[in-house]
Structures are given as structure tokens and as C-alpha cells.
């Protein structure tokens, strides 16, 4: 199975501000990188695939980048709405797997 | 506008059968694959394995001999069956349809509201 980590596990940040979130794959999973956002008691929504394009009605002010095992996901101005947790998912080869999740918290 | 609800019983007893259904509305289940993932409380997600409209699937290995996904196009349903429960298996439950487009993979998209299953005697 492909493992997928997440850095940071926990963030904190200010409206405002520009974040990244990171996420590294134990293989090469070319361009195979979603990224969904999930606020607490509601499914995972999807803001990104294929590492970089953006899912109709994504504000742009997120952005996806990366390929092979690197990966990140940005915000370039932090909105109230944004604080939630970001997982990352390969979909190179089955199983299918997700980070751990990043928790984007206000400062 | 595609929307999946997932429905089933919301407890379920130690080694009975976990049992859900998804039923799709505002399109068609064919043409597609369609999956299951979960999400233990607190903690991250866990896909469960898909199937095709055609019937053909895929399931995570460590829950293989335990799951069957199944496909009723005339309902535009599918189901999820998990045997052998332990409270380990309590999660939400989420359907969720599957899309490709070469060079940029699979994602899920839309996905259901979620469904907990607690197992507990």
C-alpha cells in the first residue's frame, strides 16, 4: 500500500494569512493527488485533483502543486470559512489512500 | 445535480453484519464507479473498496474477507456488507461516486452526507 503523511498534523493561523500544507507519498504517484476539505460533522469536500486542478465553485485562493511523492496544498489568504481539516488521497493504485489530515485551527 | 444519501441501520452488534445502502439521485449510477469510505470518530478516512456500474469490484486487503459491495442499477443503489463487526468497525460510513480523467487520476466527488455505525451489544 502507498502511505501518505501530512505535515503539519495541526496548524494554526491567522485570517489573513498564507498557509501550506504538505504531503509526502511513499512511492511516485505521478500527478494521482486529491485533496478534500472537511469541517467538523459534514463529508470530506473536494477542492483539488489531480494535484493541481480545481474542482468547480474552489475559491481560487486555493491552490494545489507537485508531483511524484511531493505535494502541497496552499491558501494564499485565509478566510473564516477555511479553518477545518485538509486530507490528502492517492489514487495511483488500489487501495486508495488518504493522509492523516491536517487540522487548520485560528489563531 | 448528483446526491448520494446513504441509509442502514445505525447499530449493529459484534459479530453480526454491518449492512448500508446508497442511493443515488439527480443522475444515473451507470457509467461510473462508485465507493465506500469510512471514518472511525476522531479520526482520518479509510476507503473500503469500489464497484463498478457492471458489477466488477476492488476492496481494501485487510478488509477483503469481510466486505461485499454490491450493485442494483434498476434502484440506482449500491450496498455496502460488512461481516463480523467488531467495535473497531465503528465509523461513519460514506458513499461516494468515483471520477478519472487520464493524467490527473480518480477522485471522489460527490460524496454522501454520512452514516454512523456503532457496534455495541
Known amino acids: 500500500d502507498i502511505q501518505m503523511t501530512q505535515s503539519p498534523s495541526s496548524l494554526s493561523a491567522s485570517v489573513g494569512a498564507r498557509v501550506t500544507i504538505t504531503c509526502r507519498a511513499s512511492q511516485s504517484i505521478s500527478s494521482y493527488l486529491n485533496w478534500y476539505q472537511q469541517k467538523p460533522g459534514k463529508a470530506p469536500k473536494l477542492l483539488i485533483y489531480g494535484a493541481s486542478s480545481f474542482q468547480g465553485g474552489v475559491p481560487s485562493r486555493f491552490s494545489g502543486s507537485g508531483s511524484g511523492t511531493d505535494f502541497s496544498l496552499t491558501i494564499s489568504t485565509l478566510q473564516p470559512e477555511d479553518f477545518a481539516t485538509y486530507y490528502c488521497q492517492q489514487s495511483y493504485s488500489t487501495p486508495y489512500t488518504f493522509g492523516q489530515g491536517t487540522k487548520l485551527e485560528i489563531k | 445535480q448528483v446526491q448520494l444519501q446513504e441509509s442502514g441501520p445505525g447499530l449493529v452488534k459484534p459479530s453480526e453484519t454491518l449492512s448500508l445502502t446508497c442511493t443515488v439521485s439527480?443522475?444515473?449510477?451507470?457509467?461510473?464507479?462508485w465507493s465506500w469510505i469510512r471514518q472511525p470518530p476522531g479520526k482520518g478516512l479509510e476507503w473500503i473498496g469500489y464497484i463498478h456500474y457492471s458489477g466488477s469490484t476492488n476492496y481494501f486487503p485487510s478488509l477483503k474477507s469481510r466486505v461485499t459491495i454490491s450493485v442494483d442499477t434498476s434502484k440506482n443503489q449500491f450496498s455496502l456488507k460488512l461481516g463480523s463487526v467488531t467495535a473497531a468497525d465503528t465509523a461513519v460510513y460514506y458513499c461516494?461516486?468515483?471520477?478519472?480523467?487520464?493524467?490527473?487520476?480518480?477522485?471522489?466527488?460527490?460524496w454522501g452526507q454520512g452514516a454512523l455505525v456503532t457496534v455495541s451489544s
Open positions: 439527480g443522475g444515473s449510477i451507470n457509467n461510473y464507479y
Open positions: 461516494a461516486r468515483d471520477n478519472y480523467y487520464d493524467t490527473r487520476g480518480w477522485w471522489f466527488d460527490p
